[in-house]
T-cell receptor
Framework: QQKVQQSPESLIVPEGAMTSLNCTFSDSASQYFAWYRQHSGKAPKALMSIFSNGEKEEGRFTIHLNKASLHFSLHIRDSQPSDSALYLCAVRSGGSNYKLTFGKGTLLTVTP | EAAVTQSPRSKVAVTGGKVTLSCHQTNNHDYMYWYRQDTGHGLRLIHYSYVADSTEKGDIPDGYKASRPSQENFSLILELASLSQTAVYFC????????????FGPGTRLTVL
């Protein structure tokens, strides 16, 4: 069964800093890798995703994937207080239809 | 934007009672999911469905049943609610295709006393 782990569990950074969040997975046949963001008391919402090795940038957010290392990450440039939220990584295992396995999350706080 | 609604938004139930949580989507998506969220556990999949009148077990199905009477509606049923089922429950939907993005409802906070 797919195991997805996130680090760190929580993180406090000052406004304007670069933030890095990590996610490891166990199934080398995994095919879809995503980050979801959940503000306090709200529903999770997809932030960005990647399918193949490399990186993808959307505004201040960059996702890196290294399948050989079973690792992907999210980097937030110029972090803002509005980025404060729970960040969940999600992975689709090979052959698992459309099921996703989520990590436990990293709670990010960006201080003004 | 995709729309998933849940009812009720919060509920207090007694131990041993029956609880039904409802989910409705207007996205015309084939897939629907039920997750529970507990502090320190992220999102855990309970049941999911890819077609009406059929449901599949997720990773933690014990103590839960699911029903998909139509493409738009998906219910989660707790026949005998227990204290350990106190959690926030999220419904989600996704389309069948190249995007695996899931769209979540606002959640139902269930407290079992």
């Amino acid at each position: 069964q797919q195991k997805v782990q996130q680090s760190p569990e929580s993180l406090i950074v000052p406004e304007g800093a670069m933030t890095s969040l990590n996610c490891t997975f166990s199934d080398s046949a995994s095919q879809y890798f995503a980050w979801y963001r959940q503000h306090s008391g709200k529903a999770p919402k997809a932030l960005m995703s990647i399918f193949s090795n490399g990186e993808k940038e959307e505004g201040r957010f960059t996702i890196h994937l290294n399948k050989a290392s079973l690792h992907f990450s999210l980097h937030i440039r110029d972090s803002q207080p509005s980025d404060s939220a729970l960040y969940l990584c999600a992975v689709r295992s090979g052959g698992s239809n459309y099921k996703l396995t989520f990590g436990k999350g990293t709670l990010l706080t960006v201080t003004p | 934007e995709a729309a998933v609604t849940q009812s009720p938004r919060s509920k207090v139930a007694v131990t041993g009672g029956k609880v039904t949580l409802s989910c409705h989507q207007t996205n015309n998506h084939d897939y629907m999911y039920w997750y529970r969220q507990d502090t320190g556990h992220g999102l855990r999949l309970i049941h999911y469905s890819y077609v009406a009148d059929s449901t599949e077990k997720g990773d933690i199905p014990d103590g839960y049943k699911a029903s998909r009477p139509s493409q738009e509606n998906f219910s989660l049923i707790l026949e005998l609610a227990s204290l350990s089922q106190t959690a926030v429950y999220f419904c989600a939907s996704s389309e069948q295709g190249d995007s695996y993005e899931q769209y979540f409802g606002p959640g139902t906070r269930l407290t079992v006393l």
